[in-house]
C-alpha cells in the first residue's frame, strides 16, 4: 500500500500515544500543551523521557536516533561526560552570581581564538537576545535607523527582527526583487516593519538596488550563511563576497548570524566561505546545551559599550553554567570532531542525492556542513535558491508525510526539512538513515 500523510499520521498517533496524552494534558495549564512551539509535530509533540549520545529516549520507550538535536544545539550529543563534568564543577561553587565569574573569560578566549573577525564578545541569553544586541550595537555605532534582512532569515522572536522570516504568497508580500517587510506574527507593531528593509536571497542586483537606495538610513544588513528556522537556503559564495563589498563601501556593518552554522567549523561557516563580518551573533552549540547568546566582533565596534554610549544589561548574561558547558563544548569540538560530522553529512548528501537522481524521485539533499536541507519537489531536479522557492517549489504534503514516517521507524527528523547530526554518530547510524529514508520514499510513490 502507498505510505500517504493520512497513513503516517495514524502510525505517529500510535506510536507516540503517550506523548499525544502529554500535549493535551499540558495544554491545560501551558498554551497549547508545552512551551517549545516549534516542536510540534504534525498533530502533538514527541515527549522526550532522556537522552543519552546521538539518541533520544521517549516518554514511550522508543528510542529515536536525534537528527533534531534542539535545532543543532547538541552538536556532541546528549549528556556528554566532558559537559557534564564542567557543569558539575560550577555547581560545587555556586551558580548565581551577579559578580563576574571567569568561567566567561574562558569562552571568550576560546571564541576570540577560533574566529578570526572576533575580537570581544558579549554574552546574552539567548540568541534572539543576541541579535537584539547586534542590531543596537550596530545602530548606536552608525547612528543610523534602519536594519536590512533577508526574506526567510531567522534572528529570533524580538519584534525588531521577527520580519519576513516566515512569509506566505496570502500575506501580499510584493514582487521577487523587492519584498515588502511583514511582520511574522500578530502582536508587532506595525512601525516594526517601517524600520526593516527586506533584501533577496542569491539575487545580488536585486539587493544592490535596494541597499543604495536605503544606505543612508541603513545602519547593519544581517544574514545567515545557510539560512534554517525560515527553510534552509544555502548562500553562494560569490553572492556573499559582493554584500560583503557592497556593506564596507555604503558604510552599512555586516552582522553574520551564526546560531546554527557555527558547527560548520572551528572558525564558523564563515571561514569557509572567507568572509569577515563587522559582528558576528552566535547562540545554541556555544552553551554547550545551555543558555546562551552571543555577539563578536571587531574590538573598535564595542567601544560603544565601553564609553556607555549603548546600553546593554541582563541578569543572568555571561552565566557562569553556561559558560562552562560551552567552553567545554568547544574543547571538544577538535578538528577531527568537525572532520567527522561533515564527513558524515557529505556522505548522506551523496548517497541520496545520486540515489534520487538515478531512481528520478522529486527529492533533493542540500547544505553546507552537519546542519543538512532535504526537500520534496514538486519536480524533478529543482532547486531551493530563495526563500520563495519553499512557495513555488515544495511538495508539502510529502514532507509531513515522510518527517512523520521517519519518527515512526526510530529517526527523529526536524520536519521543516533539516538534519543536524552530532557527534556519537556512527557510520551505521547514517547508513540506517540512508536506507530508512530510500525505503521511506519507495513506498510514498509505490
Ligand atoms: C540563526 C538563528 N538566529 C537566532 C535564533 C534565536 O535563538 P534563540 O532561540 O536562542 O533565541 C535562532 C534560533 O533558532 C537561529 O536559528
New binding site residues.
Partial sequence: MKLDYAESLRKFSETFNLSKEETSKGNDQIPGGFSRRTFAYGPHAIFAERGEGQYVYTIEGKKLLDLNNN?STNVTGHNHPEILKAIQEVLKKGFSFGNPVNYELELAQLLCQRIDSIEKVKFFC????A?LSAIRIARGYTGKNKIAKFEGG????CDDLAISAHPTPASFPGPDFHPKPLPDSAGIPTYKSDNVIVLVQNDYQACESILRNHADDVACVIM?LQS??GGVVELDKEFVARIRKLTQELGILLII?E??TLRAAKGGLQSIYQVHPDLT?M??MIGGGL?I?AVGGRREIFRVLEENQVLISGTHHGHPLSCAAGSACLRVMNDEAYEHLNRMAKRIKDELNHWAKASNYPFIVYGAFSMLGYAFTKEIGQEIKTHRDYWHKIDEDSMNTYALEMATQGYFPVHRGQIGLTLPMTDEDISGYIETTKAIIQKMHE
Fill in positions: 535545532f539567548s540568541a534572539s537576545e541579535c531567522y534572528h529570533g522572536f545567515e534554517g528556522a548570524d546560531t546554527m551573533v547562540g545554541k543558555p547568546g
